[in-house]
C-alpha cells in the first residue's frame, strides 16, 4: 500500500466523504425492510388462510358494538373526503409508496392484503372501505413499539393475526378483554383473553403519526397522554373515549375508571365536522338510522370540545390603570394537549372584545371575517408545520419539524395578556372573551376538499357545491367587567 500513496489516499477520501452518510442514514431511525414488509407502514401480518371479516358480519352477533360503532370516526377514517384527498395530493407528490403508510392506519385490512391500491373508493370491497374495522383491533395481537425506527410506537405498530390454520381450515381467533365463556364465539370464531385490549398500547400504534421517512411525530397523542397525570392514574384512552360524555367527564374529573359494562365502541372525539358531514351523505342515500346515529356522534363531539376546557379573566393594574387582561386558558379534561393530533391542521383560539361602558369598542382579537379568515394577531393554540428549508408546510409528506408548537398540556394551562389603554374618561371595562375550535383553516379545508379523487363525487355524495364556511364551535365563553382605575 505505501507504493501507492496517491491511490490509498484516495480510497481514503472516498471513505471519509461517505462516511458521514453512512453514519447518518444508520444511526437513528435505521430499520429491517424485512421485519417491516409494508414499510413505510410499520404493520406485521400473521398470514394464514384464515380471513379478515367485514364488520357487518361481526355486525350479525354483536349488533350492539356494530351499531355504536358504524358511524364512529373509525368507521369514517376510509371514506373520509378530507383524508381521500389529502392521499390523493400525497401519492401525486411523493409516489405510490407513501399510500401504504397512510392506509395502514386508515384501513389496515384493506392495506395488508393489497386491495386497497391508493385514493379512491371505486369497486372496494365492504372490509376495505370499513377503515378501521372490528379486525383492525380484535385481530391484534402485539406490537412492535420498540422494535420501530424511532423506537416508539409509530405508523401502525402493531401485529394482526385474524386467524391460524387448524386441522378442519382455517380457524379465526379474535382477542377481547374477557377470559372466553363456553360456546365463545358462536361457532364463527375462537376466543383469547388479551391483556393489549386493556391498554393504550393497542391505540397507540396509530395515534403517533411520522413522518413516513423521517419519522417525525406529526401527531403524538399517545405520548402527550403517556407523559401526563392520567396516565400516572391508569385513566386510559378507552376510559374517556369507549364511553358516553357522562361518564367521560366522571373519567376525567375524579380520575374513575369506568365499570366494565360501561364501555361503548363510539370512539368519539373532536370531528363533529366529519359526523355532520357523514350524517348528510346517509340521509341522501335514505339510511335514516345511520345518519340518526352519526348526527349523535356529532353532538358527543360539541359537548366533549365544550368539556375539554375552561377559562379565567383577571386584569392587571399599572399605577392605577388598567393595562392588560390576562385570559389563562386551562385543559381541563383533555388526557393528552389540547389541541392534539392534527395539531398543525386544527385550529382553537381566543376571540376577544373590550368595550367601555358606552358600549364603544377598545380592543379585538380573533373575530373571523366574512370569508372565514383570521386576523393576524389572532392568538391559536396549535402548530406550524415546516419543510426541510423552513419554510410553512401542511401536507404531512413536507412536514419534517415545527416552527411553533403551543398547545396546553392535560390539567395544564397557557396565559395570554392583551395590552389595553382606555381612555381617560372611561370608568369600566366589559370583556368577552370565547375559546373557539375548528377543524382546519378555511383554505386549507378547501385545498383538500379539491383534491378528492375524481371517483368521489362531493355534490352527488354529500350534496355539497362548494365548500361551506367551516362550523366553528365554542369551547368555553367568559365574560367580565373591570374598573378601568383602581
Ligand atoms: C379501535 C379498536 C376497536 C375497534 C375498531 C373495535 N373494537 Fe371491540 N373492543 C375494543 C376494546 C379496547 C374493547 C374492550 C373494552 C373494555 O375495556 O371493556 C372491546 C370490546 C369488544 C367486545 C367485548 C364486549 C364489550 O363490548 O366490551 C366485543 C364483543 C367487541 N369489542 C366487538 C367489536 C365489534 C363487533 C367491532 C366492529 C363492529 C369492534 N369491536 C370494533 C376495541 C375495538
Ligand atoms: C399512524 C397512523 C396514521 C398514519 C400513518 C396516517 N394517518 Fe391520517 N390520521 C390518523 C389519525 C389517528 C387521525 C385523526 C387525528 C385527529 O382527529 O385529530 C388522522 C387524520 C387524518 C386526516 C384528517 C381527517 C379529517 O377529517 O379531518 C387526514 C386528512 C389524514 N389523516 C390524512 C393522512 C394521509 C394522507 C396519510 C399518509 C400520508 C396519513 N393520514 C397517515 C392516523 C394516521
Ligand atoms: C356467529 C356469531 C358471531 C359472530 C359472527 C362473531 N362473534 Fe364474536 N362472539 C360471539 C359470541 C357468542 C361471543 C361470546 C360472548 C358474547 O356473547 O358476547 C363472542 C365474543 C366476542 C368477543 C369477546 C371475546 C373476549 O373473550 O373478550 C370479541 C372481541 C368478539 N366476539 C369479536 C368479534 C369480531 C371482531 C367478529 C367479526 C370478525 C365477531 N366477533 C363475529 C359470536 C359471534
Ligand atoms: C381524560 C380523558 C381523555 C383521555 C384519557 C384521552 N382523551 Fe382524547 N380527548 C379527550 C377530550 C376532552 C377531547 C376533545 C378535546 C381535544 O380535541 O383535545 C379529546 C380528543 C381526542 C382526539 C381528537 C383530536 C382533534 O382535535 O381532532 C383524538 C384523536 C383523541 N382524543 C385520542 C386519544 C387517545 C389515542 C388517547 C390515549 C392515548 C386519548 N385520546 C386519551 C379526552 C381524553
Ligand atoms: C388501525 C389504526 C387505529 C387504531 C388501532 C386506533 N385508531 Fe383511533 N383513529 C384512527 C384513524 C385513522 C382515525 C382518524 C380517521 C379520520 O379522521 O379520517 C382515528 C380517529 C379516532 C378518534 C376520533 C378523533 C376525532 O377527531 O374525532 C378517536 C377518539 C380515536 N380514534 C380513539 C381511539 C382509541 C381510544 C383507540 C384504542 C382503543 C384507537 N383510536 C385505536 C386509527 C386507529
Redesign the pocket.
Known amino acids: 500500500m505505501s507504493r501507492h500513496p496517491f491511490a490509498f489516499s484516495l480510497v481514503l477520501a472516498a471513505l471519509i466523504a461517505l462516511a458521514p452518510g453512512i453514519a447518518l442514514a444508520a444511526s437513528v431511525f435505521d430499520f429491517d425492510r424485512e421485519f417491516y414488509p409494508f414499510y413505510p407502514?410499520l404493520i406485521k401480518w400473521n398470514k394464514s388462510s384464515a380471513p379478515f371479516t367485514p364488520p357487518a358480519d361481526c355486525g350479525g352477533c354483536h349488533e350492539k358494538q356494530y351499531r355504536e360503532w358504524n358511524g364512529s370516526?373509525h368507521s369514517l377514517a376510509f371514506h373520509?373526503p378530507?383524508?381521500q384527498?389529502?392521499?390523493n395530493k400525497?401519492v401525486k407528490s411523493v409516489g405510490h409508496e407513501?399510500a401504504r403508510?397512510?392506509e395502514?392506519?386508515?384501513s389496515p385490512a384493506g392495506m395488508v392484503t393489497g386491495e386497497v391500491k391508493g385514493p379512491g373508493l371505486k369497486g372496494l370491497s365492504p372490509l376495505a372501505a370499513a377503515g378501521v374495522s372490528c379486525d383492525a383491533c380484535h385481530s391484534m395481537s402485539g406490537v412492535t413499539h420498540w422494535q420501530t425506527p424511532s423506537h416508539e410506537p409509530?405508523?401502525?405498530s402493531f401485529i394482526l393475526t385474524p386467524g391460524v390454520e387448524s386441522r378442519g381450515g382455517p380457524q379465526l381467533i379474535k382477542r377481547g378483554p374477557y377470559k372466553p365463556v363456553e360456546g365463545c364465539g358462536g361457532g364463527f370464531h375462537d376466543c383469547a383473553e388479551s391483556g393489549l385490549h386493556l391498554q393504550a398500547d393497542m391505540c397507540a400504534?396509530?395515534?403517533?403519526?411520522y413522518h413516513?421517512d423521517a419519522h417525525f411525530p406529526l401527531?403524538a397523542t399517545y405520548l402527550e397522554w403517556k407523559h401526563g397525570p392520567y396516565a400516572q392514574k391508569a385513566i386510559l384512552c378507552q376510559d374517556c373515549h369507549m364511553v358516553d360524555t357522562a361518564t367521560f367527564r366522571r373519567a376525567a374529573d375524579d380520575f374513575v375508571k369506568p365499570a366494565r359494562g360501561e364501555y361503548r365502541h363510539y370512539f368519539n372525539?373532536?370531528?363533529y365536522?366529519?359526523h355532520y358531514l357523514a350524517a348528510g351523505a346517509a340521509r341522501k342515500a335514505g339510511d335514516k338510522e345511520l345518519a340518526d346515529g352519526l348526527m349523535k356522534q356529532y353532538e358527543m363531539a360539541v359537548a366533549r370540545l365544550k368539556s375539554a376546557a375552561e377559562l379565567e379573566l383577571a386584569p392587571v393594574y399599572r399605577e392605577g390603570r388598567l393595562a392588560e387582561v390576562r385570559v389563562r386558558v386551562k385543559n381541563v379534561r383533555a388526557g393528552h394537549n389540547l389541541p392534539?393530533?392534527?395539531t398543525n391542521?386544527?385550529q382553537m383560539w381566543l376571540e376577544i372584545t373590550a368595550r367601555d361602558e358606552a358600549g364603544k369598542v377598545i380592543l379585538a382579537s380573533g373575530g373571523l371575517d366574512a370569508k372565514g379568515d383570521l386576523p393576524a394577531d389572532t392568538r391559536l393554540f396549535n402548530s406550524d408545520g415546516m419543510g426541510t428549508d423552513f419554510h410553512f408546510a401542511v401536507d404531512?409528506?413536507v412536514v419534517t419539524a415545527f416552527s411553533r408548537h403551543d398547545t396546553i398540556p392535560p390539567r395544564g394551562y397557557k396565559e395570554v395578556f392583551y395590552g389595553i389603554s382606555p381612555a381617560g374618561g372611561v370608568k369600566e371595562v366589559r370583556l368577552e372573551v370565547k375559546l373557539r375550535y375548528r377543524?382546519?383553516d378555511q383554505h386549507v379545508a378547501e385545498s383538500?376538499l379539491a383534491a378528492v379523487p375524481k371517483d368521489l363525487d362531493l355534490k352527488e355524495t354529500y350534496g355539497l357545491d362548494k365548500v361551506p364556511l367551516l362550523p366553528v364551535v365554542d369551547m368555553a365563553e367568559q365574560q367580565a367587567t373591570f374598573p378601568a382605575k383602581h
Do not use: M
Open positions: 407502514s370516526v373520509d378530507v383524508y384527498g389529502e392521499l400525497g407513501i403508510q397512510c395502514g392506519c386508515h409509530e405508523n401502525g400504534s396509530c395515534h403517533q403519526v413516513y401527531e372525539g373532536a370531528n365536522l366529519l392534539t393530533s392534527l391542521v386544527r404531512p409528506w377543524q382546519a383538500l
